[in-house]
């Protein structure tokens, strides 16, 4: 391994090597665009000058002087890397991509049998520094990106893989940089006329260092922090801006790239945690960044939706899914804090639907205009009501305390609460599957406000019966809360200048309803008086 003082004391030599290599690539540049070479005399010089500085660098190597030499020798293979870039992009010979990748590939194995075997670090690096750059300078035609990307590929996987194998972490960390480069310079040098290729090849960079990132951080046992992190994460944020940069371009929808990278970074952070349980830290970060990633995305997804209200039974769905995530996360790995941020944006979401679901129109199915409870609005109604009794259930055995408390509230009160907030959101339900009903089909012998007020007197019984059977006296006074404010509705509105006929055969019905909640809670009541007496 190379001295960091010897660097430190020679680096001014080794800035001055590097002026010296872009000063011969751009005077054979030059000597090439002018004709003043022929093109088999410019691989032949190309390959001359390679192995006189390879050779000679042995010499020094052998003297003692492995500092010198591994600069000389990087110098040198990164000028073969250069002569077999102009071969294949910028001359008339054009190699073909077998041939290509025959030589870079037999050169990238020579030079990490001597970096591995005699830990030549500083060669290893001046030479993937120089292979990577000289795209840069020798550019490729459009025709041969291809070649390029095969080339640049060759490369970042030998800096990896040395990277990994002896943790030389400047070498993964230079190998991207010089990577993003080389994209962005080719990307505004061809202004490509579509966008898959260019996604293709930003979706192999993203995806090859996001393995190898956790792979070496996986070896090395740094529990997935430090470089690697941070390497990961500019990773993630380069892919990200390029493809939205990329679908905007063509006018295509950023949601998709957002989307696959958020659920790239759950996963990623669903591997890490399975893998290192020491520290929670990377796992959380990678968790949380994909979830603002797929966040992001739904305003995307929703604006492809605009019609009928189905933007914000997309925008809900997506949120939701989100959310339930993140709770069921929580639950499975007993963290507090990720579930108390479900439940938070679970009730901030439900705030959200109540005020936009009246907007969403009902679909057809099967030719038939309306069908209650099976339409997209009613199906994000018995989701966020359901997942509400799903929180009263199981969340009360992870996050009470000793005292079998919670935010200092009982387990009981707790569980009532969100069982009340199923309740609600299923009277929403109800609400507004009736709304839809009567406005598809315009019913006239029963007007929709009696129809609602029938209905909820119906759902207090319901919730009557509920709290019979649980025992549970909020029901009882979440129901006589619903009986109330309908018995208000209906004095005051519903039969406000109706005949006298149709008040009597109303207050019928209703009158039936409530003797029947009269008659459970009797019961009831008088159940609990026997347990008082015994």
């Known amino acids: 391994m190379v001295d960091k003082e010897l660097i430190k004391k020679n680096w001014i030599f080794i800035l001055g090597i590097g002026f010296l290599f872009f000063s011969f690539l751009y005077a054979t540049k030059i000597a090439f665009d002018e004709g003043l070479i022929p093109e088999e ?3 032949g010089l190309g390959i001359f000058l390679s192995l006189t500085s390879v050779m000679y660098s042995f010499l020094l190597y052998k003297k003692g002087k492995e500092f010198l ?7 040198g293979v990164s000028i073969l890397y250069a002569t077999c870039a102009y071969a294949s992009f910028a001359s008339n010979i054009m190699w073909s991509p077998n041939t290509l990748f025959i030589s870079i590939f037999a050169l990238s194995a020579v030079v990490a049998f001597f970096g591995y075997r005699f830990e030549m670090r500083l060669l290893v690096t001046i030479c993937m520094i120089g292979g990577l750059i000289t795209p840069i300078v020798i550019k490729a035609s459009p025709e041969q990106v291809t070649l390029l990307f095969i080339y640049v ?7 990896l893989y040395l990277s990994i194998s002896k943790q030389w972490h400047e070498l993964r960390f230079i190998s991207f940089i010089v990577t993003v480069a080389i994209y962005f310079a080719y990307y505004f040098y061809f202004v490509p006329e579509n966008w898959p290729k260019p996604f293709f090849y930003i979706v192999t960079i993203f995806l090859v260092y996001m393995v190898g990132l956790i792979f070496a951080s996986y070896s090395e046992r740094d529990n997935f922090e430090g470089i690697n992190l941070y390497l990961g994460l500019i990773n993630a944020l380069n892919f990200t801006l390029w493809a939205m940069f990329i679908f905007k371009s063509f006018s295509l929808v950023y949601s998709i790239p957002l989307i696959f990278v958020g659920f790239v ?9 399975k893998l290192s349980k020491e520290n929670i830290f990377a796992p959380l970060i990678y968790f949380i960044s994909g979830i603002l990633l797929l966040a992001i995305s739904v305003d995307g997804l929703g604006a492809l939706f605009t019609t009928r209200g189905m933007n914000f039974v997309i925008n809900t769905f997506s949120w939701f899914s989100l959310v339930a995530l993140l709770y069921f996360l929580g639950v499975r790995a007993k963290e507090s804090s990720l579930i108390f941020a479900g439940i938070a944006t679970y009730l ?6 109540f005020s936009v679901a009246w907007q ?9 205009k309306y069908i209650p409870f099976i339409n997209p609005g009613a199906i994000v109604w018995m989701i966020m009501a359901g997942f509400a009794f799903y929180i009263a259930l199981t969340s009360p055995q992870i996050l009470k305390d000793q005292k079998g408390e919670i935010l200092g509230s009982s387990q009981n009160i707790w569980e009532l609460t969100f069982s009340i907030i199923g309740h609600l959101v299923v009277g929403g339900l109800l609400t507004i599957q009736i709304q839809n009903t009567w406005s598809a089909y315009d019913y006239k012998l029963i007007e929709v406000d009696i129809m609602l007020s029938i209905a909820w007197t119906i759902y207090s019984l319901l919730l009557f019966l509920w709290g019979a059977y649980t025992r549970g006296t909020v029901f009882r006074t979440f129901g006589s809360t619903v009986l109330i404010i309908t018995s208000i509705k209906v004095l005051f509105l519903d039969l406000s200048g109706k005949s006298n006929g149709y008040k009597a055969i109303f207050l019928l019905i209703l009158g039936a309803l409530i003797i029947s909640i009269a008659l459970v809670n009797n019961r009831w009541s008088n159940r609990e008086d026997g347990k008082i007496i015994e």
């Open 153 to 159: 590929l060759i490369l970042n996987l030998l800096s």
């Open 348 to 353: 901030l979401l439900l705030i959200y639907w």
């Open 41 to 43: 005399g410019k691989i």
């Open 265 to 273: 970074f759950i996963g990623v952070a669903i591997l890490i945690f």
């Open 69 to 75: 030499a591994q600069i000389l020798a990087g110098f």
């Open 360 to 368: 969403v129109e009902w679909v057809e199915w099967f030719g038939i």
